[in-house]
């Protein structure tokens, strides 16, 4: 097995105590450490979400390979250049004004910077205006991805959406939509680009829409 295979097994099974030091082993054998960025972290998250979808693992598993993953991107980050380790762009993501869910948009948050996304987490009971300045202080940021967790916070989804075409900012970004009590006709309904029933299908939607 290659040491960038050690570090996809690593961090596909959750091993943090160990992702650290493989990749100081990969790095002094002359590995490049965006080979280890995209075909050991990234590619491992990319198995990770595809069992998650398949019902091959739960939530707990997907959260320690994901934690294993930040380890290993805390790791390369001084050994890519500039710093910077994404390759997609940049994703902005919270939880809609007046909810203050954030287990599942954490994770959902782990799974993208995973496939290889800079996450600017806004946190919750996000309000439309500061999302709308998020997007205007990150010009290279392409996707938006909001979630709601009550039933009494789906409308602020909806004025969120409509705030930021009413902003004129449909033409930088996609939005992404997502939580317990959203299907994919809510998401239709308000004009989200894209609906994602768990984080895993989050980062894959969320590269389709960018494509």
Do not use: W
């Not at 979400?49 to 019902?55: C, I, L, T, Y």
């Not at 994703?91 to 910077?113: A, P, R």
Request: proline fraction near 3%; charge should be negative.
């Amino acid at each position: 097995m290659s040491k960038i295979q050690e570090i996809a097994t690593a961090v596909a099974g959750g091993k943090m105590k160990i992702v650290g030091g493989l990749i100081d082993e990969a790095l002094a054998e002359g590995i490049a450490a965006t080979d280890i960025l995209n075909e050991g972290l990234i590619a491992a998250m990319s198995i990770v979400g595809d069992q998650f979808k398949d019902g091959q693992i739960y939530v707990p598993e997907m959260l320690v390979a994901a934690r294993a993953m930040k380890k290993g991107v805390e790791k390369l980050k001084p050994h890519l250049a500039g710093g910077v380790t994404a390759t997609l762009g940049k994703f902005i993501i919270g939880t809609v004004e007046g909810d203050l869910h954030d287990i599942g948009k954490n994770l959902v948050g782990m799974m993208l910077e995973g496939s290889g996304f800079e996450v600017v987490d806004l946190g919750v009971d996000v309000p439309s205006a500061k999302i709308i300045d998020a997007i205007k202080a990150n010009p290279d940021c392409r996707i938006v991805g909001l979630t709601a967790l009550l039933t009494t916070t789906m409308p602020a989804l909806k004025d969120a959406v409509s705030a930021i075409a009413e902003a004129g900012l449909k033409n930088q970004v996609k939005i992404i939509v997502g939580g317990a009590p959203i299907t994919q006709e809510f998401a239709d309904k308000i004009g989200a680009d894209g609906y994602a029933e768990n984080a895993a299908s989050a980062a894959s939607i969320s590269k389709k829409l960018i494509a």
